[in-house]
């Protein structure tokens, strides 16, 4: 049995109120709409938000594109961006604590998990800054005599950022700072089930000295607050994380006006392990793998892929290790596995592990939600004997729930690895370098993990094949992502190759 917390009432909490920043001014919604949310640990009220309809999506708009057609932002130097972004940082870690509360009432998640995604957010906007300094472009001085060629790195314009509430504080990191670096103006939609945070950056910007208009924050739901965002014409590009579902409508929207867009989406992560595997690491990563954030994770390596010779073993020992996770209130220090998102969600799960039984899979451990007096929570839960065609073998959970399938030969794994629509992530262990390499390189994911699990830097490039999204976030090329390329191509000299003859021009 898994070890319960049971969360402590949140007696005398003073709920948070929160405006959106649009223009520089913390503004109430045109239409006096308001949002409130919940703990998901405690089902307590925490946070009211004024809630943007298309009417505040409109200003916000209009806001990011006079900051970018008129402003000071997109002219400044790479050097100044670059130091409004380090001290953006720097007050990030000095309020670290207050966003970390925030994202965890808000969320669901444990306390301590969240503060570590404060200082990895930390971390992405000073690597942001240290590229703002390094955007450049290229020359060819190669196209003869006549001609030189001058390829220019220009801020692409006005960015609409909609993320969704499993990382709320760090997946706007994974964004905003690089459209800034660029030297783009923004509109932030955060979910509005987790709101909270993305506020409080907006008054971190201002403090950092961003200007008045740069960046814009509206509150609301996705059709009222969001879809603007995703249509406009004045909005130039989406950087959009969420689920799949709403990626494809958000990429349809923009193809309207054809907007570039960037895609992260869901994931069905498979950790292939072998019988020469180093299994104590590897038992304990998988446990990691399936419960971080509760599961409500795109990178949750919610598929084991397991050698015949190994599977029973693999499975007694991971629910062995299952059971000593502890799970319950996200406001506990101690807490690994905090509350799931909304009860409706926890429902969904719920379904997916009855389904899955009622087509054969044994339940190993879990199976169903955890009744702890307030909020809403699901056990950890083992699903083995699981085929690959299954439901919960196939789609995004999102829960703390894993599957366990067998594999015999390398192709085989590889196979069912990659016999699902999603590709973001993925996991192989094998003390064998051969082995690794081969799983590595025909895995269609955009990162493997190799006797490791879901780590991840600044410096290295995040984002899925397939249906896990368009484009990559973070490594050196993230502020790139943020521009368009202009040629200069440049004549020296008296004009040669005349398409006219001469005794016409003369
Ligand atoms: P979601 O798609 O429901 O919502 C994401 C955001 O889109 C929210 O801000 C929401 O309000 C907004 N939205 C909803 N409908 C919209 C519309 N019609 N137009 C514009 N915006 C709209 O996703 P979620 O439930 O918040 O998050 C969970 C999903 O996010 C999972 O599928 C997960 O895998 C994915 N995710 C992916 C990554 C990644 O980096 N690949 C990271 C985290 C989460």
């Given at each position: ?7 402590k ?8 109120e929160?405006k ?14 308001i949002?409130?949310?919940?703990s ?10 004024e809630?943007?309809?298309s009417?505040d ?23 100044e961006r670059?130091?409004i972004?380090?001290?953006a940082a720097?007050?990030?870690d ?7 509360f925030l ?9 301590s998990?969240?503060?570590g ?7 992405i906007w ?6 703002a300094r390094?955007?450049h ?9 006549g ?12 960015v609409?950022?909609?993320?969704p ?5 760090l ?5 905003l700072?690089?459209?800034l670096?660029?030297g783009?103006?923004a509109?932030?939609?955060p ?13 971190i ?6 200007p008045?208009g740069?960046?814009n ?14 249509s406009h014409?004045d ?6 994380t969420?689920?799949?579902?709403i ?27 072998f ?10 990563a998988?446990?990691f793998?399936a ?8 990178n ?17 020992r991971?629910?062995?290790l299952?059971a ?10 101690s ?19 009855k389904s899955?039984?009622?087509n054969?899979?044994d339940?190993?451990?879990g ?22 065609d ?11 729930v894993?599957?366990?399938?067998a594999?015999?030969?390398?192709d ?8 699902i629509?999603?590709?973001?992530s ?6 064998d ?6 799983v590595?390189?025909?895995?269609r994911?955009g990162?493997?993990?190799m ?5 991840g830097?600044?410096?290295l ?20 992502d943020?521009?368009?390329t ?6 020296i000299?008296?004009?040669t ?5 001469k005794?016409?021009?003369t």
């Amino acid at each position: 049995m898994t070890v319960l917390m049971r969360p402590k009432p949140l007696d005398g909490f003073k709920v948070r109120e929160f405006k959106m920043l649009i223009d520089g001014k913390w503004t109430a919604g045109a239409e006096g709409k308001i949002l409130e949310r919940s703990s998901p640990g405690h089902g307590t009220v925490v946070s009211r938000y004024e809630a943007a309809t298309s009417v505040d999506a409109e200003r916000a708009i209009a806001s990011a594109r006079k900051a970018f057609d008129d402003g000071h932002w997109p002219r400044m130097t790479g050097v100044e961006r670059s130091r409004i972004l380090l001290r953006a940082a720097d007050i990030i870690d000095e309020r670290a604590d207050e966003l970390a509360f925030l994202d965890c009432i808000e969320s669901g998640k444990p306390i301590s998990q969240a503060k570590g995604e404060l200082g990895g957010a930390a971390d992405i906007w000073r690597y942001a800054a240290a590229l703002a300094r390094d955007l450049h472009g290229e020359t060819y001085n190669t196209l003869g005599d006549g001609t030189l060629g001058v390829v220019l790195r220009e801020a692409i314009g006005v960015v609409s950022i909609i993320t969704p509430w499993n990382f709320p504080f760090l997946i706007v990191s994974q964004k905003l700072p690089f459209a800034l670096a660029a030297g783009c103006t923004a509109v932030v939609k955060p979910s509005e089930l987790t709101s909270g945070s993305t506020l409080v950056l907006g008054e971190i910007l201002e403090a950092a000295g961003v200007p008045a208009g740069v960046v814009n924050i509206i509150v609301g739901t996705g059709p009222e607050a969001g879809a603007p965002l995703t249509s406009h014409p004045d909005i130039d590009m989406v950087s959009f994380t969420g689920s799949t579902g709403i990626g494809r409508l958000t990429m349809a929207n923009a193809a309207q006006t054809l907007k570039k867009v960037s895609l992260e989406l869901g994931g069905k992560n498979p950790q292939i392990v072998f019988p020469d595997a180093n299994l104590d690491d590897f038992i304990d990563a998988a446990v990691f793998g399936a419960y971080f954030n509760a599961g409500e994770c795109c990178n949750a390596g919610s598929r084991l892929i397991v050698h015949r010779d190994i599977v029973d073993e693999v499975t007694s020992r991971v629910a062995a290790l299952s059971a000593k996770v502890k799970v319950g209130d996200p406001l506990d220090p101690s807490t690994q596995v905090g509350a799931i998102i909304t009860p409706q969600h926890l429902a969904k799960i719920v379904t997916y592990v009855k389904s899955a039984s009622d087509n054969g899979a044994d339940v190993a451990i879990g199976g169903s939600a955890a009744d702890l007096g307030l909020g809403q929570f699901m056990e950890p839960t083992i699903l083995s004997s699981v085929a690959p065609d299954m439901a919960v073998a196939r789609e995004e959970v999102f829960g703390p729930v894993l599957s366990v399938l067998a594999f015999e030969t390398t192709d085989d794994a590889i196979r069912i690895a990659n016999s699902i629509d999603y590709g973001l992530s993925a996991g192989v262990w094998s003390r064998d370098f051969d082995t690794c390499l081969t799983v590595g390189r025909r895995v269609r994911a955009g990162t493997v993990w190799m006797n490791t699990f879901m780590d991840g830097a600044s410096e290295l490039p995040f984002g899925g094949y397939r249906q896990s999204g368009i484009g990559r976030e973070l490594g050196r090329h993230a502020v790139e992502d943020y521009t368009e390329t202009k040629t200069l191509n440049m004549h020296i000299g008296p004009r040669t190759g005349h398409w006219m003859p001469k005794e016409a021009r003369t």
